[in-house]
């Protein structure tokens, strides 16, 4: 059974970075794309930053471009969210995700970032 852990997330001050962390367990993530997703309250699950296993080429929510680095290490089947310049509107809970290739969709459980004006 796939498992993903996600870590990292805490509470940081505007203008301040993370790196979120998200650990597999149960398979191997190298033939997967891979996902972060946030959701804040209220509001729908978008879509932050997504790095697709063949050339780990990448994309990113509009509002996060520029400022947030998706990246993966498949030896140690973790993918990883470097996000410098944090906004108070990117408080949210941040969730991993198995987003295709030749891998099931699987969710992690997510971690709270919180990021104070």
């Known amino acids: 059974q796939v498992q993903l852990v996600e870590s990292g997330g805490e509470l940081v001050q505007a203008g301040g970075s993370l790196r979120l962390s998200c650990a597999a367990s149960?398979?191997?993530?190298?033939?997967?794309?891979m996902g972060w997703y946030r959701q804040s309250t209220g509001k729908e699950r978008d879509l932050v930053a997504r790095?697709?296993?063949?050339?780990?080429?990448?994309n990113y929510g509009d509002s996060v471009k520029g400022r947030f680095t998706i990246s993966r290490e498949n030896t140690k089947n973790t993918v990883y969210l470097q996000m410098n310049n944090l906004k108070p509107e990117g408080t949210a809970i941040y969730y991993c995700k198995l987003d295709g290739g030749n891998c099931p969709d699987v969710w992690g459980r997510g971690t709270q970032d919180t990021v104070s004006s």
């Open positions: 149960g398979r191997s993530i190298s033939t997967c794309d």
């Open positions: 790095i697709r296993w063949e050339d780990s080429s990448t």
